[in-house]
């Protein structure tokens, strides 16, 4: 008689974990974060729309580690305090998740998804068989706790959350959090809903649309990602009041004619119908503002 496998108790946690994460997505009617308009209370709330985050996990401490403070100014100089970029405040305090964007062997489970407030989209908690880690990944549209990830497995390969090169995707595929150069880090295609579509590929060069419907020359050995990114409703939110702006770091802005003509050269009582010019009195409308002497990036006619 064999004995049997030893399992590694680390196991026997996340199969508990995923069965209490799923029984939390089964007492909701649905399984994805949907777009909810509030009911008008208050004038705060009269064209307030929100995410509701019911199916994401709260007040999570499994990946502590992985979650950290950083040093940021804030539109401020690091050593003077001055103002270098107008518009923007402190707001509240929020932490920093760093993301794993993998490249290389990797398969894993979902854990649970969780809202990132230095993002729009929202990320998901994946426990690596492969290499015994936990880490954070951006979430894609559908996903849910127990789905499976990973990259450069070839009997997974059109599953929807994995990552491979363009060379293994078909023609026409939608995929996002897509790299440049073999990058570990992805480069287009991270913000929350959007995603790229390959239109052709080929032994030496692939041409992705991007989300701004341009099309660019990427290598084949690019990785990419299959599917769309998660929180698809972002575009539709109404923040409903200033407030929840000032909240999330964004101070108001103020026109340049309405100002005076020592603080911008719009001031006064007219602009005198001069072109529209920065505070700093350069041209920015109706004008190229790329540095490249070489257009590498074309739109589709």
């Excluded at 909701?28 to 004038?43: E, H, R």
């Excluded at 959090?177 to 959007?194: F, I, M, V």
């Amino acid at each position: 008689m064999g004995s049997s496998p030893i399992i590694h108790p680390i196991f026997y946690y996340i199969k508990f974990h995923i069965m209490k994460q799923k029984i939390k997505s089964l007492k909701n009617t649905f399984l994805s974060p949907v777009l909810k308009v509030s009911k008008p209370n208050t004038p705060g709330t009269r064209h307030y729309k929100y995410i509701s985050t019911n199916v994401l996990s709260k007040n999570n401490k499994l990946l502590k580690p992985l979650i950290f403070k950083i040093k940021r100014s804030y539109g401020r100089s690091s050593t003077t305090g001055h103002i270098t970029t107008r518009g923007r405040s402190r707001g509240c305090k929020n932490l920093y998740r760093k993301l794993f964007f993998f490249n290389k062997s990797f398969l894993g489970i979902v854990l649970f998804s969780l809202y990132d407030p230095n993002r729009t989209a929202f990320i998901s908690a994946v426990f690596d068989f492969l290499h015994y880690k936990f880490v954070f990944i951006p979430m894609i549209h559908n996903q849910c706790t127990g789905s499976i990830v990973g990259c450069k497995e070839p009997n997974y390969r059109y599953f929807k959350g994995f990552r491979y090169q363009l060379l293994h995707h078909l023609n026409g595929s939608i995929m996002s959090l897509l790299g440049q150069n073999t990058q570990p880090a992805a480069k287009y295609a991270r913000a929350a809903g959007t995603y790229c579509q390959l239109l052709f590929k080929s032994q030496l060069t692939c041409k992705v649309r991007l989300p701004s419907s341009q099309i660019i020359n990427v290598s084949p050995l690019c990785f990419a990602t299959l599917g769309t990114v998660s929180n698809i409703y972002q575009r539709f939110i109404s923040v409903g009041k200033a407030g929840r702006n000032r909240l999330r770091g964004f101070r108001p802005k103020v026109r340049g004619i309405a100002m005076n003509p020592v603080d911008h050269p719009h001031g006064g009582r007219s602009n005198g119908g001069c072109c529209w010019v920065t505070p700093w009195g350069k041209p920015f409308r109706f004008r190229k503002t790329s540095r490249s002497s070489i257009q590498k990036i074309y739109k589709l006619l």
